[in-house]
Nanobody, 124 residues
Framework: QVQLVESGGRLVQAGGSLRLSCAAS????????MGWFRQAPGKEREFVGT????????AYADSVKGRFTISRDNAKNTMYLQMNSLKPEDTAVYFC?????????????????WGQGTQVTVSS
């Protein structure tokens, strides 16, 4: 079993930056791909980005490409999401997840463990 805890979400003005963290416990996540998803009020959960097991390969949704960066520190069992140039439409609860395999994954069903989420609110 893996427990995931997201942190770093808060209210920020448009154009600002935030760094989210996802800390894992229970077992190492160093051999697993990981991902970030988000869910806005009244909308379905959507893919934000993914990172492979060693952090050398990432992929992002078009809506965040060039603004968000995923990284990981396997020694700390932690993944990060650096969010720059934030927009009001980025407002959502952000979830991190551990994938079933080592390589980048894009679909929610490919992830076995999920955190409880952290709220990000971007004001205009």
């Amino acid at each position: 079993q893996v427990q995931l805890v997201e942190s770093g979400g808060r209210l920020v003005q448009a154009g600002g930056s935030l760094r989210l963290s996802c800390a894992a416990s229970g077992r190492t996540i160093s051999t697993s791909a990981m991902g970030w998803f988000r869910q806005a009020p009244g909308k379905e959960r959507e893919f934000v980005g993914t990172i492979n097991w060693n952090g050398q390969s990432t992929a992002y949704a078009d809506s965040v490409k060039g603004r968000f960066t995923i990284s990981r520190d396997n020694a700390k069992n932690t993944m990060y999401l650096q969010m720059n140039s934030l927009k009001p439409e980025d407002t959502a609860v952000y979830f991190c997840a551990v994938g079933r395999d080592s390589y980048r994954m894009y679909e929610a069903y490919e992830y076995d463990y999920w955190g409880q989420g952290t709220q990000v609110t971007v004001s205009s």
